[in-house]
């Protein structure tokens, strides 16, 4: 072999390798914020587990109030029938593996932490991510900030406004990752959950990219009020704040918050509502991560798409329809000196396209279909999704 032609192998090697490293994605399912007995949940750990893995999810955040499912802790279980058969479930189904005790009628159990009961699930296809719901109050106001694969408990925050006290749960996070090394995220959880949290004290924060724009708890007003703007119209406003100071912009996410899993319905807050289909190179929590902050995911009640692109400026959206319903497509968007986000484009079927145009801040996508949603957040709601915005680059 003559040197030139050692040299065009090298180079065709490595090219080749280059190629090779760019891993090819997956769309996972997946919830970040979830209630056990470890804190105000009725559940097990590992039926909830069970359950969210069964119904095709590939991960999931158990997010417990200011706690870790780490040491001793023994639950008493609330002497009612619903939730005596509900032990009596747990117990039929994993038997030996249950440790408790029955004094005078009276069963009390210990509960499982996540490095016991973490092998029985995890593997190829599924993911328990370490989480916690950092929760912390001001008077009457709630201040609730998830911290996504979390390392050590952080625990309430404290502060002289709502805005200090978010502030310093975010910085909490970042803090810890900064010091360990390893990728975490905080996001702030349902705002309007007893409308504590203002669209000012939102837009002051700094180092946030992620917030829920869609919580299946009954309480956290999605929709607001006569006097309160729905989440919607929040990250609309947060985000037209945010471009005009070239900060980066909040992505919204669909979580369950569920609680209740022995009763169903509106006033119970049920898993199964909400989630993000996070587009990643792998089912690890660093690659998940980076996934969520790219905004390469969706966040969805029912709707599945089948494509969501930004290339050369233009947002291309294609669902994946089922037989016999509908979609309404709609990019909403703002332009420099709108006050919140409008329709700039509608359409019905299930694919649209939008050119973003230099003049808008940034536009997304809501995807509505006609198909009534099970078990709903609020009676009449039907499927959606919602993709991430953008803007012209």
Same mark, same amino acid.
């Given at each position: ?8 192998? !090298? ?21 970040? =914020? ?20 069964? =119904? ?5 955040? !158990? ?11 023994? +639950? ?24 408790? @005790? ?39 106001? =709630?201040? =609730?900030?998830?911290?996504?694969? &979390? ?21 909490? %996070? ?28 939102? &837009?002051? !924060? ?6 829920? %724009? ?40 669909? *979580? ?58 233009? &947002?291309?959206?294609?669902? @994946? ?20 986000? %409008? ?14 145009? +230099? ?6 996508? @809501?995807?509505?279909? *006609? ?12 499927? !959606? ?9």
């Amino acid at each position: 072999m003559t040197k030139k032609h050692l040299v065009i192998v !090298l180079c065709l090697f490595i090219a080749g390798s280059a190629i090779g490293q760019e891993k090819p994605k997956s769309w996972f399912k997946g919830n970040l =914020h979830t209630h056990s007995f470890w804190s105000d949940g009725d559940e097990f750990p590992e039926m909830i587990m069970d359950w969210y893995k069964g =119904h095709g999810y590939q991960f999931i955040g !158990l997010s417990d109030h200011n706690v870790l499912a780490s040491g001793e802790k023994w +639950k008493k279980i609330t002497h009612s029938k619903l939730y005596e058969e509900g032990f009596a479930a747990y117990l039929a189904k994993y038997g030996a593996w249950v440790n408790y @005790r029955s004094d005078s009628g009276r069963i009390t159990a210990r509960l499982k932490t996540l490095d016991e009961y973490r092998p029985m699930f995890e593997g190829p296809s599924f993911l328990i991510l370490k989480s916690e719901e950092i929760t912390s109050r001001l008077g009457e106001k =709630h201040v =609730h900030v998830n911290a996504t694969n &979390i390392q050590e408990v952080i625990g309430a925050q404290t502060g002289t406004t709502i805005a200090e006290v978010m502030q310093h749960s975010v910085d909490a %996070v970042l803090a810890q990752r900064k010091q360990t090394g390893i990728p975490m995220i905080p996001h702030i959880n349902h705002p309007n959950f007893f409308y504590s949290i203002s669209i000012q004290d939102m &837009i002051d !924060l700094r180092g946030e990219q992620f917030f829920e %724009v869609y919580n299946g708890h009954p309480l956290v007003n999605n929709y607001g009020d006569s006097t309160h703007p729905g989440t919607e119209v929040m990250w609309d406003k947060i985000n037209i704040a945010y471009r005009l100071r070239n900060q980066p912009l909040m992505f919204g996410l669909a *979580t369950d918050d569920s609680h209740n899993y022995h009763q169903l319905g509106a006033a119970y807050s049920n898993a199964g509502r909400g989630w993000v289909m996070v587009n990643a190179e792998s089912l690890e929590p660093a690659s998940l991560i980076k996934a969520l902050e790219a905004g390469d995911f969706y966040a969805s009640t029912g709707v599945t798409l089948e494509r969501i692109e930004y290339k050369n400026n233009t &947002i291309h959206v294609a669902v @994946r329809p089922e037989q016999g319903i509908q979609y309404i497509i709609e990019f909403i968007g703002a332009k420099k000196g709108e006050a919140t986000g %409008v329709t700039i484009q509608k359409s019905t079927g299930p694919t649209a396209q939008f050119q973003v145009a +230099k003049n808008y801040l940034f536009v997304r996508a @809501r995807i509505t279909s *006609t198909k009534a949603k099970p078990n709903p957040f609020q009676e009449g709601d039907f499927e !959606l999704a919602w993709t991430q915005p953008v803007f012209f680059k």
